[in-house]
């Protein structure tokens, strides 16, 4: 059996994403791992960072990227793609470059891959989700945030990322643009692995979510909307008291070890008090979705109730 991982990502670091971090963290798990490495920014230095792992199981792939030919979001799915074009292994991990596995799950995802490998009504495989806010201490235990994911696929040429590269389908046929499609597309049958998903994108200071959120809303809806709503002060970053967070009181995998150590915007954060009622609320924040979270945690056993589910999930 043999395992890739992969990724992409474009002006990773000025961006503040852990990029060296989340490859380090399968590095041991996997036979090779791909990069979809965008034409990033003179002033950025992912590739350094990247190159700095100094380990022959990691492959860059340069890429050019157009948001014009592949607009709302799919140049992620694109450039994702990409990626696992190259990739050879029988199982292919996926990783975003915010995204981080805990080295205590590496024996269980191989384990579950060895399993699974001659099931070929599995296509992949579901992870659950940890989503850090604010700092490396709180998380968004909420019904607003996808609690699950698809971050292990088949190596088969009809799977294919989808919409904006949050998860995947499979797609016959497909014509390499429309990554949004909905007809003839189909969700992937997958299994469960007992193992998260340490995900870092909502960390980090408050002017760099504000360029970084800024830039993928770039992706998605243009320069001309997004200037228009940075003019509103809509990316402006606050976010919140974070003692209606979850507290994490558990370890950080070793790889983030360095990355944490550079957390320096306590002062810039708010550990209790009352929201500011002048700034945009978070949809985690919405009196609907907090009812339905204060259910799904004290009476379901973090169940969820009802949402889009883009997956059919098997008992196996």
């Known amino acids: 059996m043999k395992i890739s991982g992969f990724t992409m990502c474009k002006n990773a670091d000025k961006l503040y994403y852990p990029i060296k971090e989340s490859i380090e963290s399968i590095l041991p798990i996997v036979d090779e791992f791909v990069v979809a490495l965008g034409n990033c920014d003179k002033d950025d230095k992912t590739r350094e960072r990247i190159e700095s792992i100094k380990s022959d199981k990691v492959r860059i792939i340069d890429t050019i990227w157009d948001i014009e030919k592949y607009s709302r979001g799919t140049e992620n799915a694109h450039q994702t793609d990409i990626a696992k074009s190259h990739c050879t292994g ?16 590496h024996e269980t995802i191989v384990n579950r891959c060895k399993e699974l490998l001659n099931d070929k009504e599995i296509e992949g495989l579901l992870f659950k989700y940890k989503h850090f806010w604010g700092d490396y201490e709180h998380w968004q235990n909420s019904h607003a945030w996808y609690q699950k994911e698809i971050r292990i696929i088949r190596n ?3 799977i294919h990322s989808w919409e904006s590269a949050q998860s ?11 990554y949004r499609q909905q007809k003839n597309t ?5 299994a469960r692995v007992n193992a998260e998903i340490y995900h870092y994108g909502w960390v980090r200071p408050p002017h760099l ?5 800024k830039a993928l809303a770039t992706i998605h809806k243009g320069e001309a909307k997004v200037q228009e709503l940075d003019n509103k002060k809509y990316f402006d ?12 009181k558990e370890t950080h995998p070793a790889v ?4 944490i150590a550079k957390f320096d915007w306590q002062d810039k954060l708010q550990y209790s008090g009352k929201v500011n009622k002048d700034r ?3 949809k985690h924040e919405r009196i609907k979705y907090k009812l339905a979270s204060f259910i799904e945690n004290n009476f379901l056993g973090g169940r969820t109730i009802g949402g889009f589910k883009n997956y059919i999930l098997l008992r196996r």
């Open 256 to 259: 983030m070890k360095e990355w």
């Open 186 to 190: 189909f969700k992937l049958k997958v």
């Open 156 to 158: 088969n040429p009809e």
């Open 90 to 105: 029988d199982w292919l991990i996926y990783l975003q470059a915010d995204e981080v596995i805990h080295e205590k799950y």
């Open 237 to 248: 970053m606050d976010y919140g008291p974070l003692n209606k967070a979850e507290v994490f």
């Open 209 to 213: 979510m504000k360029t970084k959120n």
């Open 168 to 178: 995947f389908r499979r797609i016959p046929n497909f014509d390499g643009v429309d």
């Open 280 to 282: 945009v609320k978070f």
